[in-house]
């Protein structure tokens, strides 16, 4: 297992937000003995000179092997954490994502690996189980929130 720590400068990263039937898809984001700690809708770091929206795309092509839709326009956040006793800190464009027909359907869990060789396995989760006392956490800590308030504001 790949012991991870946050980078020591300021990543400017790009997530999308996958739903299907009300839930997130979002990836398991566990601790150093391997237990669950929380979840991650899926993304990663833009490079220099790409835009956030390529960036986007090419995440997923690389983790998922699908091209997706980009949906409207995005949030942003800050999202300065502390992993493992390290601080990271992130400027984040969080947008909503559509998945090409039939991408995935029928599969509860996608198994992917990172750059890196480590091992991730992303599922749907419902919001409402989320930062709960007996469910995983949602990171960045405050997207529940922000999503809550998003979707209040479009309904």
Do not use: C
Not at 67 to 76: A, F, K, M, R, S
Request: glycine share 10%; aromatic share 10%.
């Amino acid at each position: 297992m790949t012991t991870w720590r946050p980078h020591q400068h300021i990543r400017v990263v790009a997530i999308g937000l996958h739903w299907r039937d009300g839930r997130l898809l979002a990836a398991e984001v566990r601790d150093d003995a391997a237990r669950i700690k929380g979840v991650r809708p899926l993304g990663g770091e833009i490079e220099f000179g790409e835009s956030w929206r390529a960036a986007l795309l090419r995440e997923f092509t690389e983790e998922l092997g699908i091209d997706v839709t980009i949906i409207g326009e995005p949030l942003t956040m800050e999202n300065i954490f502390v992993h493992e006793g390290a601080t990271g800190h992130e400027v984040m464009f969080i947008v909503e994502v559509a998945f090409p027909p039939g991408a995935f359907d029928g599969q509860d869990r996608i198994e992917f690996r990172e750059d890196n060789g480590e091992e991730i396995t992303a599922r749907w989760f419902d919001l409402a189980e989320l930062d709960e006392p007996d469910g995983p956490s949602l990171y960045p800590t405050g997207l529940k929130d922000l999503l809550l308030a998003w979707k209040n504001r479009r309904s």
